[in-house]
């Protein structure tokens, strides 16, 4: 068996595309037949219907998980994508931002969780909620790297300064291997001047840190969630379809030759047969 990368992805600003690229760019690396899980650790569970899951269903979910110690095998959920599974969530995990004060090494209640499943995944992938509370917390302490969605708008690098702190210092006290996986601009819009400015200046500002592809403003993007599907399920050759897939080529080139070679060896080309 291999160990998994995880990835957290986070920013606390709300509406930047974090759910979004999480069911998306899972789908893109189990098309590649890598066997990815998604965490769901965002209260409103978006990342849960989007994946085709009833969150008020539920019967066991990221809380029970985190509060309780509950075994996440009991919590996956399997979804129409062979590869990828899905750690479910709902609003019950609201009460965990209040509960898990009062549990001891708090911080790592979610990478002793997922620890015993790392040899099972080739990536797990953190949908964090658009705060720097104790969850996203503990998505950073769990996580190999942060990828940081940012929305092609005026204020994109506003907060950013704040989320690298927290990087910092996640860094220094509780996860020292954390990176930066990358910086992904959303929402781009190529009819606007603004947009195309907008990607020069973040750019200018993070350098290499920022991904080569950008996704953009895609309707059939925006209508795959409320079907409980992943773009690659609902129009395969949309263009927000093409951009994750692309997406999911730029992370695994940028794999060293020891985690391509140990890590994720059961991974083929990307395409859509679908």
């Given at each position: 068996m291999t160990r998994s990368r995880t990835i957290a992805i986070a920013n606390q600003k709300g509406g930047v595309g974090k759910t979004t690229t999480a069911i998306n760019l899972g789908a893109s690396?189990?098309?590649a037949d890598l066997?990815?899980?998604v965490v769901d650790l965002d209260p409103q569970g978006?990342?849960?219907?989007?994946?085709?899951?009833e969150k008020e269903a539920l019967e066991i979910s990221t809380y029970h998980v985190l509060i309780q110690g509950t075994d996440p095998l009991l919590a996956i959920c399997s979804t129409e994508l062979d590869s990828l599974d899905l750690l479910p969530s709902n609003r019950e995990l609201t009460g965990a931002t209040i509960e898990l004060l009062e549990v001891e090494e708090r911080e790592f209640r979610l990478a002793q969780a997922l620890n015993p499943l790392r040899d099972h995944y080739d990536f797990i992938l953190i949908d964090c909620p658009p705060t720097l509370g104790i969850l996203t917390l503990n998505a950073l302490v769990a996580a190999d790297s942060l990828l940081i969605p940012i929305q092609c708008e005026y204020f994109a690098l506003e907060g950013l300064s704040e989320l690298m702190g927290t990087l910092a210092r996640v860094q220094q006290?509780?996860?020292p291997r954390l990176r930066i996986e990358g910086v992904l601009l959303t929402m781009y819009d190529e009819r606007l001047n603004l947009s195309g400015q907008i990607l020069q200046n973040v750019r200018?500002?993070?350098?290499?840190?920022?991904?080569?592809i950008v996704i953009p403003r895609n309707v059939r993007l925006a209508e795959a969630p409320s079907f409980g599907k992943p773009i690659l399920l609902y129009d395969a050759r949309s263009k927000g379809a093409d951009t994750y897939l692309q997406l999911a080529r730029e992370i695994l080139a940028k794999?060293?030759?020891a985690e391509e070679r140990h890590s994720y060896s059961s991974g083929q080309s990307i395409g859509v047969a679908l």
């Open positions: 690396l189990a098309a066997r990815v899980l978006n990342c849960t219907s989007g994946l085709g899951i006290t509780f996860n200018g500002h993070l350098g290499d840190e920022v991904f080569q794999l060293s030759p």
